[in-house]
């Protein structure tokens, strides 16, 4: 079955740190990737996403994301974290006919 | 196992009908629920926030009549679809979280449902 996996359920780093979240997918086809935010008591919000073309894929507020098609991989990255990152991040895979989340990332910023 | 479930995750029906979508917490009692809609090559779009016990809030945009949202338990809301037409065929999916907590709940998916109006 497909599915998609975020390796870390929560992350804790200090301002200025780099960030990488993983994500994997298991799907041998074509699929279409994002990267989803949510600041606590609000709804989902796009940093970015993947359909075709370069495969580093640069996003909002610094995010950036790499598809490795060989690794089923789309990691996010921020260079430096601010304080104002804190809050749960998701990896989807839209399918032909659904998308897929993965369980989340809760991101700890310590001021 | 599943913690949020959305019926029916497929529906294909005529133009004219009406069409329920039900989004269940299964191990916890959702206070907010969200209903979102996905285009084809497009992102996640926030139709609704559903609060327990009160109306629902929309996006702009979004038609309230057209979309009607009950959450008439902790563990229920639904999104009905009305007098669907073509325009209206896209995926539906709900989350839902407890936020009455101390803000740390995670938000758990429904699995989706494709609806078809023919």
């Known amino acids: 079955a497909q599915s998609v996996s975020q390796h870390n359920h929560h992350v804790i780093l200090s301002e200025a740190a780099s960030l990488e979240l993983g994500c994997n997918y298991s799907?041998?086809?074509?699929?279409?990737l994002f990267w989803y935010v949510q600041y606590p008591g609000q709804h989902l919000q796009l940093l970015l996403k993947?359909?075709?073309?370069?495969?580093l894929v640069k996003g909002i507020k610094g995010f950036e994301a790499e598809f490795i098609k060989s690794k089923f991989s789309f990691n996010l990255r921020k260079p430096s974290v601010q304080w104002s990152d804190t809050a749960e991040y998701f990896c989807?895979?839209?399918?032909?006919?659904?998308?897929?989340f993965g369980k989340g990332t809760r991101l700890h910023i310590l001021p | 196992g599943a913690v949020v479930s959305q019926h029916p995750s497929r529906v294909i029906c005529k133009s004219g009908t009406s069409v329920k979508i039900e989004c269940r917490s299964l191990?916890?009692?959702?206070?907010?629920m969200f209903w979102y809609r996905q285009f084809p090559k497009q992102s996640l779009m926030l139709m609704a926030t559903?609060?327990?016990?009160?109306?629902?809030?929309?996006e702009q945009g979004v038609e309230k009549d057209k979309f009607l949202i009950n959450h008439a338990s902790l563990t229920l809301s639904t999104l009905t679809v009305t007098s669907a037409h073509p325009e209206d065929s896209s995926f539906y999916i709900c989350?839902?979280?407890?936020?009455?907590?101390?803000?740390?709940?995670?938000?758990?998916f429904g699995d989706g449902t494709r609806l078809s109006i023919l």
């Open positions: 989350s839902a979280s407890d936020l009455t907590g101390n803000g740390n709940q995670p938000q758990h």
């Open positions: 799907y041998g086809g074509t699929v279409n």
């Open positions: 993947y359909f075709s073309g370069d495969p």
């Open positions: 989807a895979v839209m399918l032909d006919d659904k998308i897929i």
């Open positions: 191990d916890f009692q959702a206070t907010t």
């Open positions: 559903s609060n327990e016990g009160s109306k629902a809030t929309y």
